[in-house]
T-cell receptor, first 113, second 110 residues
Framework: DGGITQSPKYLFRKEGQNVTLSCEQN?????MYWYRQDPGQGLRLIYY???????QKGDIAEGYSVSREKKESFPLTVTSAQKNPTAFYLC????????????FGSGTRLTVV | GQNIDQPTEMTATEGAIVQINCTYQ??????LFWYQQHAGEAPTFLSY????GLEEKGRFSSFLSRSKGYSYLLLKELQMKDSASYLC???????????FGTGTRLTIIP
């Protein structure tokens, strides 16, 4: 079955540490996206990528980094520069013209301890 | 720029009908999506409207008026499991991503 997989489901980070969230899709989608969602809030775009080896900043990119070395993979690193990283992180993918919208992963809940 | 407005919260009674509105101001409109998101879970696709009119899919229907920049999601025969957030998202020509509203949290009461 095709889909998009995020791991881990829950992640705990100590202050000052970098952590990387995994996102893998086997849908052959060109575009991939990372969103952050805080309790009771909407989705805020962190980074997105339309093709391999290229990505663009979203609305809240500070303190985050990404890579897109393979079409299937779009990992997100939450760096120590992100001062308030505790949130629910969602990865999504789509075909290039978004005609069928996004397919979302199941999310990673990151907590700073 | 783009602006998408949805009510923050709504409450409805089991078995009843509820309408969730979404208004948008944007250029190059290309379509509007509705997603359902249960707490702590990923959003799931409900509907997609490109042309004016009503799209019906079981208990859920979605309406679009491009000239008015307006859409609504209609939920009939409400069930407790319909308690969730409902996200409106707009697609625009030349924009490489969807723009999401802040979502409407719907609570169904017995």
């Amino acid at each position: 079955d095709g889909g998009i997989t995020q791991s881990p489901k829950y992640l705990f980070r100590k202050e000052g540490q970098n952590v990387t969230l995994s996102c893998e899709q086997n849908l052959n989608h060109d575009a991939m996206y990372w969103y952050r969602q805080d309790p009771g809030q909407g989705l805020r775009l962190i980074y997105y990528s339309q093709i391999v080896n290229d990505f663009q900043k979203g609305d809240i990119a500070e303190g985050y980094s990404v890579s897109r070395e393979k079409k299937e993979s779009f990992p997100l690193t939450v760096t120590s520069a992100q001062k308030n990283p505790t949130a629910f992180y969602l990865c999504a993918s789509s075909i290039s013209n978004r005609a069928y919208g996004y397919t979302f992963g199941s999310g990673t809940r990151l907590t700073v301890v | 720029g783009q602006n998408i407005d949805q009510p923050t919260e709504m409450t409805a009674t089991e078995g009843a009908i509820v309408q969730i509105n979404c208004t948008y101001q944007t250029s190059g409109f290309n379509g509007l999506f509705w997603y359902q998101q249960h707490a702590g879970e990923a959003p799931t696709f409900l509907s997609y409207n490109v042309l004016d009119g009503l799209e019906e899919k079981g208990r859920f229907s979605s309406f679009l008026s491009r000239s008015k920049g307006y859409s609504y999601l209609l939920l009939k025969e409400l069930q407790m499991k319909d308690s969730a957030s409902y996200l409106c998202a707009v697609d625009n020509f030349g924009n490489e991503k969807l723009t999401f509203g802040t979502g409407t949290r719907l609570t169904i009461i017995p």
